[in-house]
């Protein structure tokens, strides 16, 4: 209720627009709207990196990504964004994913195919291993598109969000078919702003350090020291040299907060480089 209220207020004050990885229907769209409000305007683009370059460009005031899944880990293709974009990460959304499979009519045994996104796929596969293993799973670039696609044919099923099921004139014939029932997707908010102290802040990082022995035990070492709790440590290759990687690092408090300013610090005298990506309120489920 607080949400929509200060979402309607916003909306008077200021035009604000979110972009999202669309289309229509999506998880994201979802999440967008837990973190701002049903009043925001928001636009759906067909891509992660499309995100970032409609908030660079200042079309809109924030993007909304997945960051993580917890049943098929990290997305890779928004870690990759950030080695190349300035932006800051301003917040981040906590939800829980339920999977539906959805198809023109109720004799859904009877489909031949089944579309959606990759990890929704994963998230659900012995679910399908025992209800419908006979049926070609198909990735495609989204949950929704993947109703788009079960809306022309109805030999075919989707997997995707409740939400998605109107859009497309389709059935939501099975409910939350994921294999895990605590399924959960993090997503991360990201604009040009810094974002003050809540007093229960996470702070993400991104790190390189040079190829010699004990080099990740240096990096890891002055957050040790100052009693910084990391959360989260994801690899990615340099692209600028074979075999080396950079860190992405999740960790606990607020870039101002006292110890772990002085981690920061102490880690640029070990790493060869250190962003802070930002700092903002843990979500909350």
Do not use: W, Y
């Given at each position: 209720l607080f949400?929509?209220?200060?979402?309607?207020?916003?909306?008077?004050?200021?035009s604000m627009r979110i972009a999202y990885l669309g289309p229509e229907g999506t998880f994201t769209q979802e999440a967008t709207y837990k973190h701002f409000g049903q009043n925001v305007g928001t636009l759906p683009v067909d891509s992660i990196p499309q995100v970032f370059r409609e908030v660079e460009a200042g079309r809109v005031r924030y993007g909304v990504v997945p960051i993580e899944n917890s049943t098929e880990g990290?997305?890779?293709?928004?870690?990759?964004?950030?080695?190349?974009?300035?932006?800051?990460?301003c917040g981040e959304i906590s939800l829980r994913i339920h999977q539906n499979l959805m198809c023109q009519h109720d004799r859904w045994q009877s489909v031949q195919k089944i579309y959606s996104h990759a990890q929704s796929l994963a998230q659900c596969r012995y679910w399908l291993d025992k209800h419908l293993p006979h049926a070609e799973r198909i990735p495609v670039s989204s949950n929704a598109e993947a109703a788009r696609?079960?809306?022309?044919?109805?030999?075919?099923a989707a997997i995707g969000s409740r939400q998605a099921a109107p859009i497309y004139g389709l059935q939501v014939v099975c409910e939350?078919?994921?294999d895990n029932a605590n399924n959960t997707t993090r997503f991360?908010?990201?604009?040009?702003?810094?974002?003050?102290?809540?007093?229960?802040?996470?702070?993400?990082?991104?790190v390189s350090a040079p190829n010699r022995p004990g080099?990740?035990?240096?990096?890891?070492?002055?957050?040790?020291?100052?009693?910084?709790?990391?959360?989260?440590?994801?690899?990615?290759?340099s692209r600028t040299t074979n075999w080396e990687y950079l860190f992405f690092l999740d960790v606990r408090g607020h870039e101002q907060d006292a110890a772990l300013n002085r981690a920061i610090k102490a880690l640029r005298e070990q790493a060869e480089m250190v962003r802070v990506l930002g700092s903002y309120p843990v979500a909350i489920l």
């Open positions: 949400r929509e209220i200060i979402a309607s207020c916003l909306a008077l004050e200021e990290v997305v890779t293709h928004t870690l990759d964004m950030f080695v190349q974009s300035s932006l800051r990460v696609l079960a809306s022309l044919d109805d030999t075919v939350n078919i994921e991360l908010v990201i604009g040009d702003q810094m974002v003050g102290p809540s007093g229960n802040d996470r702070t993400s990082l991104l080099s990740l035990f240096h990096l890891l070492k002055p957050l040790a020291e100052n009693g910084v709790d990391m959360t989260r440590i994801e690899s990615r290759p």
